[in-house]
């Protein structure tokens, strides 16, 4: 009996009391540094132990054959031993790598700015746009600070690296945007239509950007809406132009929100001296929904409509009349934009992208009661992407986007009816590839097919990047791409077949980024062929190039509780285009431009003041007194601007309240952006051409209404 | 004989399951201890890395990940490099999803889901505060309903509601109510198994004094 217990002992128990294996040795990262407090164990047991101080671990365990052991380290790749334990003593030596993440990786940056919550390296954050002093609450406005942009004053749009404002096309989930800007008056710039906090992303490229986006020669600014919010909200805004009302709900998948808005510059116009002559204050109204389901765990389906009227009339004065007598201006429009867009991982390791939209936009335009303009464009469009990662870093894209666009024009007045419609089916195809080498080597090769019906013709456009990661924070790239755009639609009314423009970008990039701070540099070469000249006739003969230097600099580290920017940009350009009688540098253009953002927040009372300055050198004028070999060498006075603003967050009747105030110009430079001559040249009769007021005010209260407000019990 | 024989294997094998039960509870005590005692990082590091090593053994307890995800999240709040921050709580996310996985609805393990969210906000409170203050904010609401006697979401609540301004919801006054409310339920909670969480409480003390 008494041999028989121990024997059923010696089978329970046997190998444990056979062979207890010690195990030591020292980890270490690929440098050879110690890593401390690596956790170190056997696969499905209690055994094992952590690193010390110097990297070195030592233990017993009881487990004996062929076993698994493991070392775990946050921010390593777990890494698998098999081990036989047999009882003999064992000194390992292991080395951990490092996972790879955002921050050890290169990436592409040639030529982008990305502002998101999503990714952790971003340049300008949503929030950013909304509180930078003279940005006035607009995107355009904010990216206006960044290197690479233009000051104009007098145009409406961004202008990109000697690029006029049509070769920037923005991007909303993927489809192009027609009308992006608010329709005004000529000389006054307009904002943009979309309110900033739609987007939770917005990744604007000065150049070299991916084959995804064409029909744009400068620049492509990509936004990309909010998901599903976390909670319903009820959201007031009372300012001085207007006021505005939102009510978003949220059920366990779906949100559904409903905004409407109604601005009036009339009572504005009227306190603040305006040196143009108002007959109607600009006037508009807007109503959206916006709709989010979650269709599965990983599809998600947005849907935006937004519906937009306005209306405005100036009165110009009339620069060939020296009585005083004045022109006036009406512009009426009604725009519509609607898109839906839908993701979903369709397959393993495929996700789906597709879009589609359509959208029109009405412009009713009557000059000096004689003259009646109208435009009424629609465009229908959609696209499909697929997303395929190859490997651990790697991911191929490929798809392609087809638009219907109709253009209807009449010009009407006493000697001219004129009334036409055109349609253009444009169609692209494109596919891309990120190629990781190593995890401090990327290039991206890809290429863009493109055909529009207007033009019966086929392109192919090639785009490729490379970046090398130099340093923990920093990397070097560069980006080459040939970026094709339609010419003006009003261009296929004249009988002269016409081609696509083109533009070469050659981007050479440096950036350091640690946690705090950002440096920029980037170098670029830019090369316009076929670009659209009208003199003597219709034709694609235009050309001309743009290179330059923008650097960038944003401290968060330095001043406490304070955020400050600063961005430089040289250009150099020069191009014959349109009536230019020469290749010249174009009206838009700058030799060199300084902003300078500034943020300050004073956490005690929950103020934030900011201030931005900007300094640009005068830009090219057409005097028609000067012989066409000198055609646009004038220049205008130089460029300041220092702008103002706070912003407060309060409560009001227990609900979160920012009441922001802000000064454009607050200095009252007497800035000129161009002059315009009277049909006879005379110097004593031209009209110098400023802002429609030299300063500019504004003040607003919004304020949310958050629906679970469980902690008022 | 033959039966003898039976009864003393069944016997040890019986001794044995409960030799391996006492490991478990012996293990998870001592460690619960030191993540209690624990301020250093190095602490917090071995006392995780020894619940990782239980997960690794007790593949179905949820409390070894639950214990994972705490002092991780505890540790990511004593980093001073701020772009670490993020990989550390995934990790922490990882454990706690793993424990959510095993132990549907339970309102201790929404608690630790919030304070992970959390503690992501300090990578840049001026921009994550709006987005994941509501975000750590339903969660816990979630972790109140699953269970209104439990302490501890009221004591993160109050937290929250301390290091949140006036404006956003937050402040002494409100965070001190919250806290009162979350000691008194302290004074009732009783712990439904030796293992089960049970901290938070000194913590809840010391906020109520910064409340004054």
């Known amino acids: ?713 | 004989m033959k039966t003898t024989l039976l009864l003393f294997s069944l016997l040890i094998s019986i001794s044995a399951m409960c030799q391996e039960n006492k490991k478990y509870t012996e293990s998870m005590k001592r460690n619960i201890a030191m993540l209690d005692t624990a301020t250093s990082m190095n602490t917090l590091q071995l006392a995780t890395n020894s619940f990782e090593r239980i997960a690794n053994a007790e593949k179905d307890e949820w409390l070894p990940y639950y214990y994972c995800a705490y002092g991780i999240g505890r540790m990511s709040y004593l980093l001073t490099d701020k772009t670490t921050v993020d990989p550390m709580l995934d990790r922490a996310q990882v454990f706690i999803d793993k424990a959510d996985s095993l132990q549907k609805d339970n309102s201790e393990i929404y608690t630790i889901k919030s304070f992970i969210l959390s503690a992501r906000i300090m990578v840049d409170p001026m921009t994550r505060g709006a987005q994941f203050g509501p975000q750590s904010g339903v969660v816990l609401e979630k972790a109140i309903q699953l269970d209104p006697e439990n302490p501890r979401p009221y004591m993160l609540k109050g937290t929250a509601a301390l290091y949140t301004p006036a404006a956003f919801g937050g402040g002494k006054d409100k965070a001190a109510v919250l806290l009162q409310t979350a000691i008194e339920k302290y004074k009732a909670f009783k712990p439904a198994g030796e293992l089960m969480p049970d901290w938070g409480e000194q913590r809840a003390v010391q906020m109520l004094e910064q409340c004054k």
């Not at chain 1, 690596?38 to 132990?49: C, E, L, P």
């Not at chain 1, 269709?295 to 009349?321: E, M, Q, V």
């Open chain 1, 1 to 713: 009996m008494q041999k028989l217990i121990t024997l059923a002992l010696i089978i329970s128990y046997g190998s444990s009391i056979l062979a207890q294996t010690p195990l030591s040795g020292t980890v270490s990262d690929k440098k050879g540094e110690p890593i401390i407090g690596a956790n170190i164990y056997i696969k499905d047991s209690y055994d094992g132990t952590s690193t010390d101080a110097n990297g070195k671990f030592s233990f017993s365990t009881f487990e004996s054959d062929s076993q698994s052991l493991l070392f775990s380290y946050i921010g390593y790749e777990t890494f698998t031993l098999p081990i036989f334990l047999n009882g003999v003593p064992q000194e390992l030596k292991v080395i951990m790598t490092e996972v790879v993440n955002e921050l050890n990786t290169v990436v592409i940056t040639a030529g982008s700015f990305e502002a998101s919550d999503e990714r952790r390296i971003t340049i300008l954050r949503p929030l950013d746009i909304v509180t930078t002093a003279g940005a006035a609450g607009d995107t355009y406005g904010a990216l206006q600070t960044l290197p690479g942009t233009q000051q104009i004053g007098n145009e409406t749009g961004l202008f990109v690296r000697g690029g006029d404002a049509s070769e920037t096309k923005t991007f909303i989930d993927g489809i192009a945007v027609a009308d992006p800007y608010f329709t005004g008056v000529p000389e006054i710039p307009s904002r943009g239509r979309f309110s900033p906090f739609l987007f939770k992303g917005t990744f604007f490229s000065t150049g070299g950007y991916s084959a995804q986006y064409g029909d744009a020669m400068s620049s492509a600014l990509v936004l990309e809406s909010q998901d599903l919010p976390d909670r319903s909200t009820t959201n007031i805004g009372l300012m001085s132009v207007g006021a505005s009302i939102g009510h978003l709900h949220r059920w366990k998948n779906t949100s559904l929100g409903i905004y409407g808005s109604y601005i009036n510059l009339l009572p504005y116009t009227t306190i603040v001296k305006q040196r143009v002559d108002w007959t109607k204050a600009p006037e508009s109204t807007n109503g959206s929904l916006i709709f989010r389901q979650k269709t599965s765990k990983t599809g998600l389906l947005k849907a935006f409509i937004s519906y937009a009227p306005s209306n405005s009339i100036i009165n110009y004065p009339d620069i060939n009349d020296t009585t005083g007598s004045q022109i006036p201006y009406n512009v009426r429009n009604q725009n519509l934009f609607a898109n839906a867009s839908y993701k979903e991982l369709v397959a393993k390791n495929w996700t789906l992208f597709s879009a589609f939209s359509y959208s029109s936009d009405r412009n009713d335009i009557v000059i000096d009661q004689a003259d009646s303009i109208q435009n009424d464009n629609t465009l229908t469009q959609g696209r499909i992407t697929l997303t395929h990662p190859m490997g651990n870093l790697s991911t191929l894209r490929f798809g392609g986007e087809l638009q219907h666009a109709v253009y209807t024009d009449a010009f009407k007045n006493l000697f001219v009816d004129f009334s036409d419609s055109i349609k253009n089916n444009y169609a692209a195809a494109y596919a891309e590839a990120d190629v990781y080498v190593s995890q401090k080597l990327v290039a991206r090769i890809g290429g863009r097919l493109e055909n529009a019906s207007l033009l019966s013709e086929i392109n192919f456009a090639p785009r490729t990047s490379v970046a090398y990661k130099t340093g923990k924070d920093n990397q070097l790239s560069f980006a080459y791409g040939q970026f094709y755009q339609q010419p003006d639609h009003y261009f296929s009314y004249s009988s002269h077949p016409l081609t696509y423009s083109r533009a070469d970008h050659y981007i050479l990039n440096f950036q350091n980024v640690t946690d705090k701070q950002t440096f920029r540099a980037e170098a670029y070469y830019k090369s316009y062929k076929n670009l659209v000249s009208t003199n003597p006739d219709t034709t694609n003969d235009g050309q001309g190039y743009a290179r330059g230097l923008d650097l960038f600099w944003r401290d968060k580290k330095t001043i406490p509780y304070a955020d400050y920017w600063i961005s430089y940009s040289f250009l150099d350009t020069k191009r014959k285009y349109l009536d230019y009688p020469i290749e010249a540098t174009p009206t838009f253009a700058a030799k060199h431009t300084l902003s300078l953002v500034y943020k300050q927040t004073i956490p005690s009372i929950n103020v934030t003041v900011g201030t931005t300055y900007v300094f640009a050198t005068g830009r090219p004028y057409e005097d028609p007194n000067d012989d066409p070999q000198h055609y646009l060498s004038q220049r205008t006075p130089n460029f300041h601007n220092l702008s103002l603003n706070a912003s407060w967050l309060t409560a009001i009747f227990q609900n979160f309240t920012v009441i922001a105030v802000s000064v454009n110009n607050v200095l009252g430079f007497d800035n000129i952006y161009s002059y315009q001559y009277p049909s006879d040249g005379s110097e004593a009769g031209r009209i110098a051409i400023k802002s429609p007021a030299i300063r500019s005010y504004f003040i607003g209260v919004f304020m949310s209404i958050g629906e679970d407000r469980g902690e008022d019990e």
